[in-house]
């Protein structure tokens, strides 16, 4: 399975700015995934960040609130942009592992607080 | 488009027992299926999937689950629990790129 390291692994944000959670990967991998998971809920997928190409946005979620970067085979990132208290969630990175059936792999996640 | 739920948002078990943790699922094909764990404060660490052959899965930890196609499930158990099994159970499903999760599970062991 892939080492996946996501920074800040906390922080407590002011409403109406942004921050950028960064993921980065021991191994090289074409997809990625960014999920969201509110307090007391299972996840969603916000995006999907395959390198070379504009992220994919599941239904609900749009570029200019969570604008994705993947500039390489081991690396993204996701901005949570003008931020609100409805935002406070854990912002989870996951890769694709190899072979039939392929598990997805969880980071640690960023828990995000906005006051 | 494929689902999975599960029906317990919470299980109780003492220490020593065996426990189950249930899951359903619809998918219009094969299924590919998944059990997640998530302790406090962590994130999601991957326990065992079903893709095909053997309907008895092992996984990390002592945890197994059995898929049953005629009853479209993917129940987790372990014969003996502990209390640091305690903590949330999700399921998942996952046809082509799309996975699904299920609502999760909170799992309890007292001692």
């Known amino acids: 399975s892939a080492v996946i390291s996501q920074k800040p692994s906390r922080d407590i944000c002011q409403r109406g700015t942004s921050l950028t959670i960064q993921c980065q990967v021991d191994s090289q991998v074409t997809m990625m995934f960014w999920y969201r998971q509110q307090p007391g809920q299972s996840l969603t997928l916000i995006a999907t960040?395959?390198?070379?190409?504009?992220?994919?946005?599941e239904s609900g979620f749009v570029i200019d609130k969570f604008p994705i970067s993947r500039p390489n085979l081991t690396f993204s990132t996701l901005t949570v942009s003008n931020m609100s208290p409805e935002d406070s969630s854990i912002y989870l990175c996951s890769v694709e592992g190899q072979g039939v059936g392929n598990t997805i792999y969880f980071g640690e996640g960023s828990w995000l607080t906005v006051v | 488009a494929q689902s999975v739920a599960q029906p317990e948002d919470q299980v109780n078990v003492a220490e020593g027992n065996p426990l189950t943790v249930k899951c359903t699922y619809s998918v219009s094909g094969n299924p590919y299926l998944f059990w997640y764990v998530q302790y406090p404060n962590r994130g999601l660490q991957f326990l065992l999937k079903y893709i095909t052959g053997d309907n008895l899965v092992k996984g990390s930890y002592g945890f197994e689950a059995e898929f049953n196609k005629s009853q479209t499930s993917f129940h987790l158990k372990k014969p003996s629990a502990l209390v640091s099994d305690s903590a949330l159970y999700f399921c998942?499903?996952?046809?082509?790129?799309?996975?699904?999760f299920g609502a999760g599970t909170r799992l309890t062991v007292k001692p």
């Open positions: 998942a499903v996952r046809e082509r790129l799309d996975m699904r």
């Open positions: 960040a395959n390198q070379g190409s504009e992220a994919t946005y």
